[in-house]
């Protein structure tokens, strides 16, 4: 059982909005803090965004600020990051994670006109 699946991501053009989901299983996922973290193409991993376990602790990385908006349904075991005003550099595999150690299988998304 694969613990983190993930849906969403695609391409969009430039100023365009995605939703990112990732399904968790086989873990209190309610007792858990969750990251999103995304690598762009030919670099490394640069973290996004956590959200604490009840959803209350909400912390963005500087690039995404305010363009992107993480949340999670604790009663549908789920984590999700809504993308606006994409931009290029957005471009990147995006993947879920539990506390940094418990990872999604990648989700990739494209911007680009």
């Known amino acids: 059982q694969v613990p983190l699946v993930q849906s969403g991501g695609g391409s969009v053009q430039p100023g365009g909005s995605l939703r990112l989901s990732c399904a968790a299983s086989g873990f209190w996922f309610s007792d858990y803090s969750m990251h999103w973290v995304r690598q762009p193409p030919g670099k490394g991993l640069e973290w996004v965004s956590r959200i604490n376990d009840g959803g209350e602790e909400i912390y963005y990385g500087d690039s995404v600020k305010g363009r992107f908006t993480v949340s999670r349904d604790n009663a549908k075991n789920t984590l ?23 990872w999604g299988q990648g989700a990739l998304v494209t911007v680009s006109s």
């Open 80 to 102: 999700y990051l809504q993308m606006n005003n994409l931009k290029p550099e957005d471009s990147g595999v995006y993947f879920c994670s539990q506390g940094l150690e418990v």
